[in-house]
């Protein structure tokens, strides 16, 4: 006999068996969607990264074969962040606008072997600075505008280096006209900005610090001054909007999965290419979780999935590799 009162709509036929599951999905994580960050160190060889689990810094010697992993995996891009020795740092961060400096090094030698390979490449003076700080000091404030004038500078090497994306990291007022001005009058018309927009002053980039060695320099100083606030979402609104009217091609919300809802808005409000990063301190709490078997380490691939269910075209991640290998199986 029927029962009346039995629901006609079961939402477990659409569940029932790992093929329809499959072609009922509304995301999929591919290849495609994941940058892979690289830390590049000026002397040669190997070293792991204390606080995170299975990512290392490069020398220039290894990293070819490092990036040709990489690319074998399907990969299409990669960040590169540049650990930078002490003695080159100084409080005007003046070795970012050397254009010999390692990035610059890094980002010529991955061109001449990859020159496919999409190259995103960071704006911001931290790892030059003695003090930590993505900008110039005055009287102890990072001081805006003399620090846009050292972006645009070191924008200008980094593309006259090759490399394809121009991601500011650094959160200082009007940068990113000023770049694409100056991208435009040097005759870099297709190099393009990932404007890292809705950037939050968080400690889940402790681990980073750590890997490009600013943590100590930076001490108990923190960014407040210039990254936003983690109570606000309708400034990151404000802070994509004006970014986009500067001349940004692609925004960036930082960090990824306490800030779901900022993607999200982000990407509904504006409709154009939405990154999120995966930072350290979030990695790294799933890499230990899984390494001491409190979870599975597909936790890893729902991470990023969730990202992409939020609005994100692509996801930086310490974890690109090894997802890469996982998705390939
Ligand atoms: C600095 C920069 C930071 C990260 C990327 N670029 C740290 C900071 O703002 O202090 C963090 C990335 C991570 O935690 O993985 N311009």
Do not use: W
Request: proline residues 3%; charged residues 25%; contains cysteine.
């Amino acid at each position: 006999m029927l029962n009346r009162k039995f629901p006609l709509t079961r939402l477990r036929r659409l569940r029932s068996n790992s093929f329809i599951r499959d072609i009922v999905d509304e995301n999929k994580i591919t290849t495609d969607d994941l940058i892979q960050p690289i830390f590049v160190k000026d002397s040669d060889g190997i070293e792991e990264i204390d606080k995170m689990p299975n990512v290392f810094r490069y020398g220039l010697d290894v990293l070819i074969k490092e990036v040709c992993e990489i690319c074998e995996l399907g990969i299409k891009s990669i960040a590169i962040f540049p650990v930078i020795d002490s003695s080159k740092r100084d409080a005007a961060g003046s070795e970012a606008f050397n254009e010999n400096n390692l990035a610059c090094s890094a980002i010529k030698l991955i061109k001449e072997h990859y020159p496919d390979l999409i190259i995103i490449s960071d704006v911001a003076l931290d790892p030059y600075t003695n003090h930590g700080h993505d900008g110039v000091l005055i009287n102890g404030y990072v001081d805006n505008d003399s620090t846009v004038s050292a972006l645009v500078k070191q924008a200008l090497c980094l593309a006259n280096a090759g490399a394809d994306i121009i991601a500011p990291s650094d959160m200082m007022d009007g940068r990113i006209k000023f770049i694409r001005e100056a991208l435009e009058e040097s005759n870099f018309k297709n190099t393009i900005i990932l404007s890292y927009a809705a950037k939050y002053s968080s400690s889940f980039y402790g681990p980073f610090r750590e890997a490009v060695k600013s943590s100590s320099k930076l001490g108990n100083s923190s960014k407040s001054s210039y990254q936003m606030s983690s109570a606000n979402s309708d400034e990151a609104i404000h802070e994509v909007a004006m970014d986009i009217n500067e001349g940004a091609d692609m925004v960036m919300v930082k960090p990824g999965m306490p800030y779901l809802d900022i993607i999200s808005k982000v990407k509904e409000v504006f409709q154009i290419p939405t990154f999120a990063y995966q930072v350290s301190g979030e990695y790294s709490m799933l890499k230990y979780a899984i390494e001491n078997g409190l979870l599975d380490n597909k936790v890893m691939l729902e991470s990023i999935l969730c990202f992409k269910r939020a609005g994100a075209d692509a996801i930086l991640t310490y974890a690109a590799k090894e997802i890469s290998k996982e998705l390939n199986k």
